[in-house]
């Protein structure tokens, strides 16, 4: 047709090889697939990945699950979807900007936080006792990707799941890997703290006046702050970094978040029953395997092993609800 083009997928990574820095990750230099596949015509292998991703039931279930407040009553709230979705736009933004490979940050991006249990980082706290060593939401992810529900994914989209948090060591790969690192702290600390400010768990004065100072007043004046600080502290560097001094306020205004916030009064209250839903489903699932649905639990797996995937891919409702169901009756509160 007349105005279009056709362009395949040979054509598009000529393309990623004449356009991107030199340090962006190319399609045709992935280290592949735990299975080989034969090349799609029209599409990259970093944007099949990132299409994998969104049609997994996995992604699909972020719209029920938690970012800071347990199963929110308002519309506005941000759920693990919606956070997704940011810290994609923002990882876009920061992969165009620098000339890194935009699809393989979407792919990573989308997928980061799949591995995600029930109310957030609680849910962390409520497995672990469960498992050996510490159950991570990232490590979940790559298992969800791989084993429960796989993708047979690149293997630099796994590696950027896997080391997308800040405390996991050896960190990403690829400088793609690391703008989802900067792009999900910039997301999640500008929309959390508009979210507590919609609680009214904070008021505006109780924000740092250095955050506010350095970034601005507004979220869309901080995004774009960060933004840029990643942007030109990158360029200048030749690796993805952010500007020291945005980086020491943003490392400050976690500290202050995880203390009025993510550990305050307010989240301790909701913690305790997150913490007894989680741990109760695990046991009763546990003891009761047959229940556990085939398409949740990899073929093999030990009793609890099973358990805690399933009850780990529950969004927060589902879980409440099921709780509701097994555990109400008996149960006097």
Not at 186 to 206: C, F, M, Q
Not at 277 to 297: K, N
Request: aromatic share 8%; proline share 5%.
């Amino acid at each position: 047709m007349e105005g279009l083009l056709r362009r395949n997928r040979v054509e598009r990574e000529k393309l990623e090889a004449e356009l991107l820095a030199p340090s962006a990750t190319l399609s045709t230099q992935s280290k592949g697939r735990a299975r080989a596949e034969e090349p799609d015509e029209f599409r990259t292998a970093f944007e099949r990945d990132r299409d994998r991703v969104i049609h997994t039931k996995a992604f699909r279930r972020l719209k029920h699950k938690t970012q800071v407040f347990l199963n929110p009553d308002g519309d506005h709230f941000v759920t693990r979807m919606t956070h997704t979705i940011h810290v994609t736009q923002v990882g876009r933004s920061l992969a165009k900007a620098l000339g890194l490979n935009e699809a393989l940050t979407e792919a990573i991006c989308l997928a980061h936080d799949v591995g995600h249990s029930p109310f957030g980082h609680t849910g962390e706290d409520a497995l672990t006792p469960l498992v050996e060593g510490e159950w991570l939401h990232s490590a979940h992810g790559v298992r969800t990707l791989s084993i429960l529900e796989p993708q047979n994914l690149s293997y630099e989209v796994l590696d950027g799941v896997r080391a997308h948090s800040w405390k996991i060591d050896p960190p990403p790969e690829t400088p793609e890997g690391w703008i989802c690192r900067f792009a999900d702290r910039i997301a999640y600390l500008t929309h959390d703290v508009s979210d507590a400010l919609r609680a009214g768990v904070l008021t505006y004065h109780d924000i740092p006046q250095q955050a506010l100072t350095t970034f601005g007043s507004t979220s869309r004046e901080w995004i774009d702050s960060l933004v840029t600080a990643v942007i030109e502290e990158s360029h200048r560097t030749g690796r993805v970094e952010m500007e020291p001094r945005h980086l020491e306020v943003m490392d400050q205004l976690r500290d202050f978040m995880f203390e009025h916030v993510y550990l305050g009064p307010y989240a301790e209250k909701q913690k305790g029953r997150a913490i007894q839903v989680i741990q109760d489903l695990v046991g009763y699932y546990r003891d009761h395997p047959d229940e556990v649905p085939e398409s949740s639990a990899a073929p093999g797996t030990d009793p609890l092993t099973a358990a805690v995937d399933y009850v780990a891919g529950m969004s927060d409702r589902f879980a409440l609800r099921t709780w509701d169901k097994l555990f109400r009756p008996k149960l006097d509160f």
